[in-house]
């Protein structure tokens, strides 16, 4: 379950909202009857709607992408959507632009290759760049060597690397937004916990451990 609280259908006073859940679960109340036709829990939703106002910019943010006014490939902007998914840990942002790429055609070698494109054969030169790009945004926090961008410019300009940047950089937010608050697939474990050490073991073993000994002639 999320962190914070969601709100259930007969909370909703706002049109936005309401329109939303009416399109996404039908007459169900998604907080007592989660799910949504893609196969999440749609809890994104009903965590969102605790601010409508935010909840509005948050869908508003979507239309952007799609825009007819956008000049980028919407399969290299989504390789950056994923990407951004997967570097920060987000199954959820990964899961649902990989199932983006595979409804724009993306081949599975391609989508199955997102987390380790570094090595990966399967992507040409633009799209091996865009992800290069990707890393510099949500891996290193917008550190962009100059060359980075010279592969970039070599076919796009500077309104189409603009888009993907904001785009990009849109999607790192909510994939650290959605595990933060334990949303949809990001509701699980942090994977990093201590192991525990062999019964009997105390630190102090540990530190006073002697060392191997060597044979001098």
């Known amino acids: 379950m999320p962190i914070l609280r969601q709100v259930p259908r007969a909370d909703v006073t706002d049109e936005t909202v309401l329109a939303y859940y009416n399109r996404l679960f039908g007459d169900r109340d998604p907080v007592a009857e989660p799910g949504t036709a893609t196969g999440t829990p749609g809890d994104w939703w009903t965590v969102y709607a605790l601010a409508p106002d935010i909840f509005k910019h948050a869908v508003d943010g979507f239309a952007v992408y799609r825009h007819p006014a956008r000049r980028i490939s919407p399969v290299l902007r989504e390789l950056g959507q994923t990407r951004a998914g997967w570097v920060k840990g987000s199954q959820f942002v990964f899961s649902q632009h990989c199932k983006s790429l595979r409804g724009l055609g993306v081949s599975e070698e391609k989508i199955a290759a997102v987390p380790y494109w570094t090595v990966a054969d399967c992507y040409d030169e633009q799209e091996r760049a865009v992800l290069a790009y990707a890393d510099c945004l949500a891996q290193a926090g917008g550190r962009v060597p100059d060359a980075v961008f010279a592969k970039l410019k070599t076919f796009w300009d500077d309104e189409q690397i603009f888009e993907f940047t904001y785009i990009t950089?849109?999607?790192?937010?909510?994939?650290?937004?959605?595990?933060a608050l334990r949303m949809e697939f990001d509701d699980r474990a942090?994977?990093?916990?201590?192991?525990?050490?062999?019964?009997?073991?105390?630190?102090?073993?540990?530190?006073?451990?002697p060392r191997p000994t060597t044979n001098r002639q």
């Open 190 to 209: 942090d994977p990093i916990v201590e192991v525990a050490a062999p019964e009997g073991f105390s630190a102090a073993d540990f530190l006073s451990a």
């Open 169 to 179: 950089c849109l999607y790192d937010m909510h994939a650290v937004i959605t595990r």
